[in-house]
């Protein structure tokens, strides 16, 4: 997973659990 606050459009899999626990 990419670190919370960055997008990386080329990883898909970014942990939005990180930084959005809704």
Known sequence: NSPAGIRN???IE???SDIKEN
């Open 9 to 11: 459009d080329l990883n």
């Open 14 to 16: 970014f942990d939005w």
